[in-house]
């Protein structure tokens, strides 16, 4: 069965430098997302993106954050100068047109120090 | 605003009980979702229900929705030690899939 997948599982970065999260969505799903979940919390929407551009982003999505396509297959998120409350798992989900659930990779632990 | 939010926050029951879970929204939605998760690791896709349904069946699964009172209900019958795991209940906050609300989840326990 086709699998989202998420590299690196666990990445640990000082305070302040930038980090690259990467995502291969399903190959033939068009809509892409990301959030995030700080241990014991809910789950957070960070944004949408579907035909190359950002379709929804949440309030936690601001000018430090970025995602890319880079490559037609690759899905990135990148967190320009990361702070300590950005330690979270960050998990990638991709979806097929229409009205189906998203399929979540298994997460990305991030932790600043 | 919250979006999602399930009671109760913890469940405890015995095999072969069954499990029910509610969810209550707050603005209008075009479908519903339930997710589990296992110990912090991916969300897996359980049941999608649209806005103008009432109730779905998946296995074991049952979901209904009640638009009129921005709730939903998950009924895991006959439940199995496996099905220990937080369950989650999503909205897509009438964006029509661009944007996923997730509430903060039931942790069930299923005692052998």
């Known amino acids: 069965e086709p699998e989202v997948t998420q590299t690196p599982s666990h990445q640990v970065t000082q305070m302040g430098q930038e980090v690259i999260l990467r995502c291969v969505p399903i190959s033939n799903h068009l809509y892409f997302y990301w959030y995030r979940q700080i241990l014991g919390q809910k789950v957070e929407f960070l944004v949408s993106?579907?035909?190359?551009?950002?379709?929804?982003k949440s309030e936690i999505f601001d000018d430090q954050f970025s995602v890319e396509r880079p490559d037609g297959s690759n899905f990135t998120l990148k967190i320009r100068s990361t702070k300590l409350e950005d330690s979270a798992m960050y998990f990638c989900?991709?979806?097929?047109?229409?009205?189906?659930?998203?399929?979540f990779g298994p997460g990305t632990r991030l932790t600043v120090l | 605003s919250q979006q999602g939010e399930e009671d109760p926050q913890a469940l405890s029951i015995q095999e072969g009980e069954n499990a029910t879970m509610n969810c209550s929204y707050k603005t209008s939605i075009n479908n519903l979702q339930w997710y589990r998760q296992n110990s912090g690791r991916g969300l897996v896709h359980l049941i999608l229900i649209r806005s103008n349904e009432r109730e779905k069946h998946s296995g074991r699964l049952r979901v209904t929705l009640d638009t009129s009172k921005k709730s939903s209900s998950l009924l895991i019958t006959a439940s199995r030690a496996a099905d220990t795991a937080s369950y989650f209940c999503?909205?897509?906050?009438?964006?029509?899939?661009?944007?996923?609300?997730f509430g903060a989840g039931t942790r069930l326990f299923v005692k052998a």
């Open positions: 999503a909205t897509d906050a009438g964006t029509g899939g661009f944007k996923t609300i």
């Open positions: 989900a991709s979806r097929i047109q229409g009205l189906r659930g998203e399929v």
């Open positions: 993106f579907y035909n190359n551009e950002i379709s929804e």
